[in-house]
């Protein structure tokens, strides 16, 4: 038994509620129609000689009626309508339909005493059933009945579309015969719609409505040959004023029903908006609220209402605070009416310890117990940070001390006493990269940019600094993933060594301001480097030429868990709250747009649906299912795996508010796949090249059957079997075996 949902682009989605209703088909061995029946729709239509064009759309008795919004009718003179010609679909208001029972019964005027037509209901059919566009109906205004089954059987003479320049098909020489109200282009206005055909041949007849709003009347004037439209006032002389432009979607050539849709919220606008954040233990809530500072023309706060587009992570909070306030809009995004939000965040935890109920479960089971002792001893043993510290760059040194940070905060919560040496270890480093010991290479000593304010490294010899140079680091690419693993290894050395956390307090904050500063008024260091705090999420990208875009989003998560961390080792409460605050918004905008869910599946394309994850986030292509940096074997199924595990590492005591049991359901199949090639159904059809025979990397199926753990107990078995005897060499850099099997074990 399958569902299924068909969309003709442009024209109609079956069945209209397709995302909680498809249609069901059941796999017999013979032909078998969908259970849902649209055979009894029917259509009747007459015309008098006045040109007034009555049509009744009867749904019958097995179909319920939709609304009139879901009926659209094209009607176009029969001279017009020909073969090659495609019409625009009006859709149904209030004043052009009317519901009769079950019936849609439309009133309009017909083009022509010689009429085509066509009728389309959203969802279920489009009539005449067979080739409507080729074989409309066909009518007269003299007053006789047009019934269902009245097709032409002469489609017209065989004239060719217009073409614009390209050989796309240009709907300009189309009537226009707008559902709303218009005028004279020359006469003074403060509103104005303009209709924009959609490009290319997907959506024909179909165009982009924009609408353009001023605070005082002007006039437009075209220029054809410059191809640009011009306003001005109706004296002319220069516009002063308020200016305001709106999408209003995409819809039939004509359709007025989203036209007036903004006109109440035209002439207020946000100027210089603020935004406040704050964190309540009592509640366990995050609080983050956007004052938009709502002006009017003249640059008061005015009376009405702003309207703001939501993204969807600002819409699931927002639905839970103050659903009356979120509309749907003529595009794809809600809108919030209102001056101000407030979004609620739950409080995670951000100790840097694990989870202390975890850790008791894995005690109590002495399988596990043994494993995570063993675990430790083996990482403990093979780490080499002492070697690794001094010479190697600022993200892969970083990876390395955190990686021994967790490792000596399991060795403390599980009482063995590998912490001791694992600490000293941890405080030369600290002490190297914070110059206190100031004795690493020049290329890596950081140093304060007064240009740009933050911390800068030169990470070449070279007289130049290329943009590639320790992944950009020098051009603040990245700069929370880096100081991120520093931070968290700071969080944990302070909480069980006060005493040097406070001697060299001022530099252990110096790093952290770079990349999580809650003040404006620091004159040092920007608010939050990396932070889009609309969006929720982080931007890797710094002055690098090129789209801003966020690949690893768990190590900018990681980076948000060390600032709570630390704060919470010095026992700072604003610098704890700014940590949970970033952290909260950084995982739920996470879980959102590189996850896929349940709730949010639809906003994916459908091959990402299938993948269950995004690789990485831009600014201008949304969605990329991809990376920046070869993963070996740099092939497909393999490289699902290192999608997956970028958007895992580092694994810490956080890591279980992303990748939990519903992400993992999303991404088993990409993760199995990559682990054993040979299961994907294509795998006999492809080339055995060396490089598909070479096995994925222990490091990255080890994420894989990580991230699958949470699953169900086979999956958890699977990868406890898997990464058991494994140490740091056979793992991603900054990873560990008994940091792995602890989350496998504990989720923490």
Same mark, same amino acid.
């Given at each position: 038994?399958?569902?299924?949902?068909?969309?003709?682009?442009?024209?109609?989605?079956?069945?209209?509620?397709?995302?909680?209703?498809?249609?069901?088909?059941?796999?017999?061995?013979?032909?078998?129609?969908?259970?849902?029946?649209?055979?009894?729709?029917?259509?009747?239509?007459?015309?008098?000689?006045?040109?007034?064009?009555?049509?009744?759309?009867?749904?019958?008795?097995?179909?319920?009626?939709?609304?009139?919004?879901?009926?659209?009718?094209?009607?176009?003179?029969?001279?017009?309508?020909?073969?090659?010609?495609?019409?625009?679909?009006?859709?149904?208001?209030?004043?052009?339909?009317?519901?009769?029972?079950?019936?849609?019964?439309?009133?309009?005027?017909?083009?022509?005493?010689?009429?085509?037509?066509?009728?389309?209901?959203?969802?279920?059919?489009?009539?005449?059933?067979?080739?409507?566009?080729?074989?409309?109906?066909?009518?007269?205004?003299?007053?006789?009945?047009?019934?269902?089954?009245?097709? *032409?059987?002469?489609?017209? !003479?065989?004239?060719?579309?217009?073409?614009? =320049? @390209? /050989? &796309?098909?240009?709907?300009?020489?189309? $009537?226009?015969?707008?559902?709303?109200?218009?005028?004279?282009?020359?006469?003074?206005?403060?509103?104005?719609?303009?209709?924009?055909?959609?490009?290319?041949?997907?959506?024909?007849?179909?165009?982009?409505?924009?609408?353009?709003?001023?605070?005082?009347?002007?006039?437009?004037?075209?220029?054809?040959?410059?191809?640009?439209?011009?306003?001005?006032?109706?004296?002319?002389?220069?516009?002063?004023?308020?200016?305001?432009?709106?999408?209003?979607?995409?819809?039939?050539?004509?359709?007025?029903?989203?036209?007036?849709?903004?006109?109440?919220?035209?002439?207020?606008?946000?100027?210089?908006?603020?935004?406040?954040?704050?964190?309540?233990?009592?509640?366990?809530?995050?609080?983050? *609220?956007?004052?938009?500072? !709502?002006?009017?023309?003249?640059?008061?706060? =005015? @009376? /009405? &209402?702003?309207?703001?587009?939501?993204? $969807?992570?600002?819409?699931?909070?927002?639905?839970?605070?103050?659903?009356?306030?979120?509309?749907?809009?003529?595009?794809?995004?809600?809108?919030?009416?209102?001056?101000?939000?407030?979004?609620?965040?739950?409080?995670?935890?951000?100790?840097?310890?694990?989870?202390?109920?975890?850790?008791?479960?894995?005690?109590?089971?002495?399988?596990?117990?043994?494993?995570?002792?063993?675990?430790?001893?083996?990482?403990?043993?093979?780490?080499?940070?002492?070697?690794?510290?001094?010479?190697?760059?600022?993200?892969?040194?970083?990876?390395?001390?955190?990686?021994?940070?967790?490792?000596?905060?399991?060795?403390?919560?599980?009482?063995?006493?590998?912490?001791?040496?694992?600490?000293?270890?941890?405080?030369?480093?600290?002490?190297?990269?914070?110059?206190?010991?100031?004795?690493?290479?020049?290329?890596?000593?950081?140093?304060?940019?007064?240009?740009?304010?933050?911390?800068?490294?030169?990470?070449?010899?070279?007289?130049?600094?290329?943009?590639?140079?320790?992944?950009?680091?020098?051009?603040?690419?990245?700069?929370?993933?880096?100081?991120?693993?520093?931070?968290?290894?700071?969080?944990?050395?302070?909480?069980?060594?006060?005493?040097?956390?406070?001697?060299?307090?001022?530099?252990?904050?110096?790093?952290?301001?770079?990349?999580?500063?809650?003040?404006?008024?620091?004159?040092?260091?920007?608010?939050?480097?990396?932070?889009?705090?609309?969006?929720?999420?982080?931007?890797?990208?710094?002055?690098?030429?090129?789209?801003?875009?966020?690949?690893?989003?768990?190590?900018?998560?990681?980076?948000?868990?060390?600032?709570?961390?630390?704060?919470?080792?010095?026992?700072?409460?604003?610098?704890?709250?700014?940590?949970?605050?970033?952290?909260?918004?950084?995982?739920?905008?996470?879980?959102?747009?590189?996850?896929?869910?349940?709730?949010?599946?639809?906003?994916?394309?459908?091959?990402?649906?299938?993948?269950?994850?995004?690789?990485?986030?831009?600014?201008?292509?949304?969605?990329?299912?991809?990376?920046?940096?070869?993963?070996?074997?740099?092939?497909?199924?393999?490289?699902?795996?290192?999608?997956?595990?970028?958007?895992?590492?580092?694994?810490?005591?956080?890591?279980?508010?992303?990748?939990?049991?519903?992400?993992?359901?999303?991404?088993?199949?990409?993760?199995?796949?990559?682990?054993?090639?040979?299961?994907?159904?294509?795998?006999?059809?492809?080339?055995?090249?060396?490089?598909?025979?070479?096995?994925?990397?222990?490091?990255?199926?080890?994420?894989?059957?990580?991230?699958?753990?949470?699953?169900?107990?086979?999956?958890?078995?699977?990868?406890?079997?898997?990464?058991?005897?494994?140490?740091?060499?056979?793992?991603?850099?900054?990873?560990?075996?008994?940091?792995?099997?602890?989350?496998?074990?504990?989720?923490?």
């Amino acid at each position: 038994e399958m569902s299924y949902a068909v969309n003709y682009i442009g024209h109609y989605l079956v069945p209209w509620d397709w995302g909680n209703k498809p249609m069901v088909a059941t796999c017999t061995g013979k032909r078998e129609a969908s259970r849902r029946a649209v055979s009894d729709i029917t259509v009747s239509a007459t015309c008098s000689s006045s040109l007034d064009l009555k049509v009744t759309v009867d749904m019958g008795p097995a179909e319920t009626f939709p609304g009139i919004d879901h009926f659209q009718y094209a009607i176009e003179p029969a001279s017009t309508w020909v073969q090659g010609y495609t019409p625009g679909m009006h859709t149904c208001t209030s004043a052009t339909c009317q519901k009769d029972g079950n019936k849609a019964i439309l009133s309009i005027k017909s083009p022509a005493n010689e009429f085509k037509l066509a009728i389309n209901v959203i969802g279920r059919l489009t009539l005449p059933r067979q080739s409507w566009l080729e074989k409309p109906y066909e009518g007269k205004c003299d007053g006789s009945v047009l019934r269902d089954g009245d097709t *032409s059987t002469n489609p017209g !003479t065989s004239n060719p579309p217009i073409q614009k =320049p @390209g /050989g &796309n098909n240009n709907n300009n020489n189309q $009537p226009f015969n707008p559902t709303y109200t218009t005028s004279d282009i020359s006469e003074a206005s403060k509103k104005f719609v303009m209709e924009l055909n959609e490009p290319g041949t997907d959506l024909p007849g179909q165009t982009r409505k924009f609408i353009v709003y001023f605070s005082s009347p002007v006039v437009a004037r075209i220029d054809e040959a410059g191809s640009k439209v011009t306003f001005q006032p109706q004296g002319g002389g220069a516009y002063t004023g308020l200016a305001q432009i709106v999408y209003a979607g995409t819809s039939p050539r004509g359709d007025g029903s989203k036209v007036n849709f903004f006109d109440k919220y035209a002439g207020f606008y946000s100027y210089s908006p603020t935004l406040k954040y704050c964190a309540s233990q009592s509640s366990n809530k995050v609080y983050v *609220s956007y004052d938009w500072n !709502t002006k009017d023309a003249n640059g008061n706060a =005015p @009376g /009405g &209402n702003l309207l703001m587009v939501t993204m $969807p992570h600002h819409a699931l909070l927002l639905q839970k605070t103050h659903p009356e306030k979120l509309i749907d809009t003529p595009f794809f995004y809600k809108a919030f009416e209102g001056n101000d939000w407030l979004m609620e965040y739950d409080l995670l935890h951000t100790e840097i310890d694990p989870d202390p109920q975890g850790v008791a479960k894995v005690k109590a089971n002495p399988s596990q117990l043994k494993d995570i002792l063993a675990a430790i001893d083996r990482d403990a043993q093979k780490q080499n940070l002492d070697g690794n510290c001094a010479h190697t760059d600022s993200y892969n040194g970083g990876k390395d001390i955190g990686m021994v940070a967790r490792l000596a905060s399991l060795s403390r919560v599980f009482g063995t006493n590998h912490y001791q040496k694992l600490d000293e270890s941890i405080k030369n480093c600290l002490e190297k990269w914070l110059r206190i010991s100031d004795t690493l290479e020049d290329l890596w000593k950081f140093h304060y940019d007064t240009v740009w304010g933050g911390l800068f490294l030169r990470a070449t010899t070279d007289a130049q600094v290329d943009w590639g140079t320790d992944y950009g680091f020098p051009y603040y690419n990245d700069h929370h993933f880096h100081l991120g693993y520093y931070i968290y290894a700071m969080a944990y050395y302070v909480k069980h060594n006060q005493a040097w956390g406070n001697a060299h307090k001022d530099r252990i904050y110096a790093v952290v301001r770079d990349v999580g500063n809650p003040s404006p008024k620091d004159p040092f260091f920007p608010v939050a480097r990396q932070k889009d705090h609309f969006t929720g999420f982080s931007i890797a990208s710094g002055l690098v030429p090129g789209i801003r875009q966020e690949e690893s989003a768990s190590e900018g998560i990681n980076c948000y868990h060390g600032i709570a961390g630390l704060g919470d080792a010095f026992n700072d409460q604003n610098l704890k709250q700014t940590g949970q605050v970033l952290l909260a918004m950084e995982i739920h905008s996470v879980r959102e747009y590189w996850q896929v869910r349940a709730h949010n599946r639809n906003h994916f394309p459908p091959v990402i649906q299938n993948y269950g994850v995004v690789g990485m986030v831009t600014e201008s292509d949304f969605y990329a299912y991809t990376l920046n940096w070869p993963c070996w074997p740099n092939i497909f199924p393999q490289r699902h795996a290192c999608l997956i595990g970028i958007q895992v590492i580092p694994i810490t005591a956080v890591s279980k508010y992303w990748v939990d049991q519903e992400w993992a359901g999303s991404i088993r199949q990409s993760c199995e796949w990559a682990n054993n090639p040979s299961s994907h159904p294509s795998y006999h059809l492809a080339d055995m090249t060396d490089e598909l025979k070479t096995p994925l990397g222990t490091g990255w199926q080890a994420f894989c059957h990580a991230a699958m753990a949470p699953l169900d107990a086979a999956h958890a078995a699977a990868a406890a079997d898997f990464v058991r005897n494994l140490g740091p060499q056979d793992l991603v850099g900054g990873t560990g075996s008994a940091s792995t099997l602890l989350f496998i074990y504990a989720s923490t």
